[in-house]
Structure formats: C-alpha cells, structure tokens
C-alpha cells in the first residue's frame, strides 16, 4: 500500500496561527503511509458564480489543481464566531464547483478543531461536518480532537506539550488507518 | 416610535442572484417603521487578525462604519454545501471584531434562507443562528422562512409570486414586530 | 411588574445529578422578579401519537398543565452522546403536542448546559436552541452558559464554588432582564 | 463475504406511522448482501443513570444484546421540533451505557429521514450525525436521504412511489457497499 498524499488546510490565516503551528506538528507525527501538505487558502477570491467563466481567477485554479491531485484531507482549524472562520468555508466552496467538478468527494478526511478557551472549536468542527456531509468526505469519528487553550499547547521551542503530542500522535495514528481504508489507490 | 434602520445582508455575491432579488423584493414589502438597505459584503478581504493594525482593510472600515450604525439585522441567503457562504460568514467575521468593537451585538435580526431544491436552506440557516448566539443577536424565532424552489419564486418582472408575497409580508410583519420589542431606540 | 413563573427543566434524571444541583442553586440566585420551580419530567412516556386520544396519558396531562401556566423556561441539561438527553427531548415533544396547543410558544427561555469534560455541553446546547426555534421560544443568548468540569463546581454543602456562583448570578440578571422584555403579562 | 446484519431503527413510534412503512420497503429494497431487521425502542424506559444497578430494567437488556449482535446501523426517522424524537435519542442513550460498553461503536451506519412538509427532516438527520461522531459510527455521506411530503411516498397498497423506490434502492446499494467497506466480518 503506497503512500497516500494529504492536503493540510489551516482555518486561520495569521502567520503566527495556533491552527498553522498545530498542522506543523501534525505533519511531523504523521506515520510514513501519509505524506502531508499544507495548501493555502489565504489568497481564493470569494465564490461568485459569476467568476466561474473560461477564464476564473488564477487562485481558484491553482488552489482546485493542487486539491484534485490529494487523496485524503485533515483539516485544522479554530473557532471563529461559533463555527468555521469564513477563509475555510469560502476554501470549501471554492473546491466544491463548477458544480460536477469538486475537489472534494470520496477523499477520507479529519478534522482537528480548537480555541483559546475551553469549548475546543466545537461549533467549528461539527460546522464543518456538516458540509462535508454534502460533498461526500468520509470523516473520522473517533478521536474527536477538540483543543482547548488553544494557544497553550506549543512550546517556545514550536513543539507540542508532550501530552498534547501523544494524544495527537494517536490520532494520527487513527486517521492514517482509516485513509488506508477508504482512499482510493 | 421611530424608524429603524435595518442592514440587509445578501449571502450570495452574484448578480442576479435570488437572494439578492428575495432581498429587494422583502425591502418592498417592509412597513414603514423599517428602513432596509442592503449592505455590500464582496469587496471584505478576508479575515486575518495580522491586517487587524491602525490600518485595517478601507474595505473593512467601511463596512463595520455602515453595520455600526444600523439598529436592526436582516439576512437573506442561499445555501453554499450544507452551510452559510464562505463570503457570508467573512462578513460576520469582519463585523466581529476588533475585540470589544464588534457590529453585532444586541441588534435584533432575521434570517430568510433558500434553495433551488426541496431544502429550503435549513443548513445555512441554522448554521448562521450558531453564530448569532455568540455575537448576541436575538434572533426572531418564528416565522422560520425556508425558501424551496427558490428560482422559481420570481416572476419575470422581478416580483414575487402572490403566494410567496403574502408570506414574506406577514413574515415582515412579524420582524417589525421584533425590532420594535428589542431594538435600541 | 409583576413576579413572573418560571418552569426549570432538568434534562438528567438520576437523583443526585450536576444538572440538579446547578438548578436548585439556580433557583437560590434568582432575582425576586423570577418565581422558578422545577417541573418534573422522568415519568412522562415517551411520546407516540397512538396515545394523543381523549384520555392521553395522566403524565402528559399533569405536564402540560403545570407548563401551560408558566411564563417562561429555563432549561439545565448535561450532554448526552452530543445532544440533549432522550428524557428532556421527549419532554420537548409531549409539550409541543397535540397540534395547535403546544406548552412552549412565545415564552422567553435561557440555556445552561453542562458536562464533566471541557467542552460543557456546546452540542446539548446548541441542538436544544435547534428546537426552540420551531416551538417559536425567544431564546437568551448571552451569556451562553457551558459548564466545564461540571462535578466540581459544586461544594460538599450544595453550594457553588465563588466564582461559578458569581458567573451564574450575572447570568440570571441577564435572564430576568430577558424575561421582562419577553414574557406576556 | 458474507451476509451483514442491520438494525433497522424506527424513529416514530405510532403504529402507522411513515418512517416504518418506509423502513419496511428499505428492507424490501435491500441486496442480498444485508439481512434487515427492525429492532423495537419503544418500551426503553427513559434512561437514568441510577436504574444502571446490577439489574438493569429488562428492555434495555433486550435492547442491548439484540444490539451488540448487529453488524450495522440504519436509522430511519421522522422530525420532532426540528430535531430527532425522544424516543429515538432515548435509545441512543440507553445503547451507549454502561460506560466501555457501548452498541453502537465503528458500526458502519446510514440515516433516512423524512417529514410531511418540505424539509425532508433535514434538522432530524444532522442532529442524529452529530450524536454518531462520539459514538464512532461511521456514517454513509451520499445520497444524503431527505424525504419530503413523507406521507405521500406510500401507495394504498404498501409498496413506494416507483420513483422513491428507485432512489431508495440506489442508496441502499451504496449502504451495503459502505457496509463492506467498513463492518469487522
């Protein structure tokens, strides 16, 4: 069984984002079947049906390109106003047209959600579930990773909290099994 | 008991979208003690807190100067994968900070949600009143408006059809009812 | 202005449950304009229309009275499996029922959701505001309240910790304020 | 590989109701590779942690081991007040108790909802998906299963509409091949 390529997306678009040092350490404990990317959403203008010409923006193009080539997807994101912040909803809805064509379905997918209190993200992550509903992303059940004080889970070092570590290692450890039985080869 | 000013918000940027016809058409029927006016949300970059310094995006300012000045909250929005638009949920984001200067709180809204389907916008919907819990705006409960079939729900002249008019007038109506009960004077 | 009842629904059973003890406490930190009382419902069967004859069942009818007189709602529920308990749903439905004579409609309710854990009952929550849309129950919305670390909140006599006791205490004045906007005469 | 057995779970109650019609013609409708079969919650005393003594009442006894049997979940479900009915939850809670021994978990499941009006109890099925992500079911995504003018699908005689018939046995094509892919042989 190969290894199975991993589209990264970071909810947060800040350099210094607790979701974007949480993706790092994610990648860094991935098991050797995943090979994980992170790829950018920063720059997708917002969805128009109007832009969806011949010629759509540049972003859009490259963002859809890069995801069509993925096999499975880990989401990272924090809570923004009680679900998803609005950079990954408009990723998401950029992904999913022209309508036929999205980058999304049957790809195995997780998400890890947090916040700076203690709810986790929740309203995010179970926001996003609820898309991915719709766009046929099969989601791991279990471990549910909902992080709570967010932003006192890295190290000065850029590292995790070894305890942080451990229980995201399993998950990992989880997610590569489950992308194991559904990505397609 | 004055006027009040009511934001329209239109969750999708096309054109010629429903929505934004919904939204002109529900602007017609208002009574008179609503002043509605949609506020444009294309143009929001979006969110990142690393733009958030002592010059924010103009066309954020912009916005949160318009929204500031609004009493009351009317959204009217289609649904974009089983949730509220990703340029949408920017808007809100935009509208919620900085910390402690948020557009939203204590505003009376409501929501008019549809699709071209059966679904009538549910996910959007209550996707959206997730996130108006936090920002503490009280929202109208009933009558819950779900357009389906929203395509077809507008005459070739851009009126709506009788039977939809009368319902979104009393669901006017009932709006009117809750800005007078909650808004601010 | 007078006193205004108010029906506190526990949504765990079991005797000496966290949900419990929060409502009695609940109950002592009220303002005088609020009279709460518990209203029982670990003895209504679980709802099934074959029942909704001229002689429904006698716990039905004791429910529905008692909350047919009550002005508002103040619902205290741990999370069960991410939603609220089967008990406190299907005391939401015996409510709603028969058709046109629903217990809930247009009195103003508050939330206070718990659980062990870190998250305090966000999924409860949130799927309990799901329902009070359509039983057209105007909701508080801030403060929300999740009750993290739900067991230790609660000292060997019965009584809150300080500091949950102050957050709970501004939070009744929040739904006493609420109340007064809200509730009919 | 051999044949698969499911719980078929009924949501409504009442004796004639549309979601056991619909789960009877679900059954009909299955390949060879699943064996249905409808398992009762209408006699499971509401759940309350301290009935959890040596001798829990007999329904939830029956319930369970019949349960655990299973090798896979269908739910099919009417909407109560935008959410799933008691009694549905009620059975959810009582299969996930007592701690460590839950029915439920990595059971490959699918939901079928439906409601006389319009919205093909959209809110029933989300919130039922939100409960099975902390159970660890791993759900089918599509066709999501949203039945409106439920009680219209059904003809005097029984059978379905031909043209619910042929969707609903695409979609129980697609359950069985979800169940392949993920039930424990």
Same mark, same amino acid.
């Given at each position: 069984?190969? =290894?199975? /390529? +991993?589209?990264?997306?970071?909810?947060?678009? %800040?350099?210094? /984002?607790?979701? %974007?040092?949480?993706?790092?350490?994610?990648?860094?404990?991935?098991?050797? /079947?995943?090979?994980?990317? +992170? !790829?950018?959403?920063?720059?997708? #203008?917002?969805?128009? @049906?109007? @832009?969806? =010409?011949?010629?759509?923006?540049?972003?859009? %193009?490259?963002?859809?390109?890069?995801?069509?080539?993925?096999?499975?997807?880990? &989401?990272? =994101?924090?809570?923004?106003?009680?679900?998803? #912040?609005?950079? @990954?909803?408009?990723?998401?809805?950029?992904?999913?047209?022209?309508? *036929?064509?999205?980058?999304? *379905?049957?790809?195995?997918?997780?998400?890890? /959600?947090?916040?700076?209190?203690?709810?986790? *993200? &929740?309203?995010?992550?179970?926001?996003? %579930?609820?898309?991915?509903?719709?766009?046929? !992303?099969?989601?791991?059940?279990? #471990?549910?990773?909902?992080?709570?004080?967010?932003?006192?889970?890295?190290?000065?070092?850029?590292?995790?909290?070894?305890? =942080?570590?451990?229980?995201?290692?399993? &998950?990992?450890?989880?997610?590569?099994?489950?992308?194991?039985?559904?990505?397609?080869?």
């Amino acid at each position: 069984m190969g =290894t199975k /390529s +991993i589209a990264v997306i970071v909810g947060s678009l %800040r350099k210094e /984002s607790c979701s %974007r040092k949480i993706a790092e350490n994610l990648i860094a404990l991935a098991p050797p /079947s995943l090979a994980l990317d +992170i !790829v950018e959403i920063g720059d997708l #203008p917002l969805y128009n @049906l109007d @832009l969806e =010409t011949d010629a759509p923006p540049q972003a859009w %193009r490259r963002f859809r390109d890069r995801m069509h080539a993925m096999q499975g997807l880990l &989401f990272v =994101t924090p809570e923004f106003n009680r679900s998803v #912040p609005g950079a @990954l909803k408009n990723a998401i809805d950029v992904g999913s047209r022209p309508y *036929g064509k999205s980058v999304w *379905g049957g790809k195995p997918g997780a998400i890890v /959600s947090g916040s700076i209190g203690n709810i986790g *993200g &929740f309203g995010a992550n179970h926001a996003l %579930r609820q898309s991915m509903v719709f766009l046929d !992303v099969p989601l791991l059940q279990q #471990p549910e990773v909902y992080l709570s004080g967010f932003d006192k889970l890295i190290q000065a070092d850029g590292t995790l909290l070894p305890v =942080t570590a451990e229980f995201l290692g399993k &998950f990992m450890q989880a997610f590569a099994a489950w992308v194991d039985k559904i990505a397609r080869p």
